[in-house]
C-alpha cells in the first residue's frame, strides 16, 4: 500500500483546512487509518483514527470537535477536515494505515504499517 497526503497549506487561525490521502492497492478498504502530526522539536503525535468501515473515529483531545476524519473506500481515500484551525495545529500532517488486522481503530503510532509522506500545515496568528 502506497500512501500519499495532499492538501496542506498556510491558513490564518479560526481557517479550515481539508487533507486527503489517496491510497493505492486493493486492500486499503480493510485496514483501519489514521492521521498523525509532527510539530518541529517534538515527537509525532496522534491526531485522529477510523475503522475501516468509517463507521467509528477516534480523536485526540486536542483536536476534537475541530477535525473530522472520514473516508472513501471507493475511491481509497481518507480525509482529515480541520476547523477552527489554531497556531498549534500546525505541524506536518501524516496518513497511515494499520495493515495488523488486530484493532478496530489505534492511536498507537508503532501499530501502523504503512505511511504517506506528509503535507505541511501552518497555521498563522
Known amino acids: 500500500v502506497q500512501l500519499q497526503a495532499s492538501g496542506g497549506g498556510l491558513v490564518q487561525a479560526g481557517g479550515s483546512l481539508r487533507l486527503s490521502c489517496a491510497a493505492s492497492g486493493s486492500t486499503f478498504s480493510r485496514y483501519p487509518l489514521g492521521w498523525f502530526r509532527q510539530a518541529p522539536g517534538k515527537e509525532r503525535e496522534f491526531v485522529a483514527a477510523i475503522t475501516w468501515s468509517g463507521s467509528s473515529t477516534n480523536y485526540a483531545d486536542s483536536v476534537k470537535g475541530r477535525f473530522t476524519i472520514s473516508r472513501d473506500n471507493a475511491k481509497n481515500t481518507v480525509y482529515l477536515q480541520m476547523n477552527s484551525l489554531k497556531p498549534e495545529d500546525t505541524a506536518v500532517y501524516y496518513c497511515?494505515?494499520?495493515?495488523?488486522?488486530?484493532?478496530?481503530?489505534?492511536?498507537?503510532?508503532?501499530?501502523?504499517?504503512?505511511w504517506g509522506q506528509g503535507t505541511q500545515v501552518t497555521v498563522s496568528s
Open positions: 497511515a494505515a494499520d495493515a495488523s488486522g488486530t484493532y478496530y481503530y489505534t492511536r498507537d503510532i508503532g501499530s501502523y504499517d504503512y
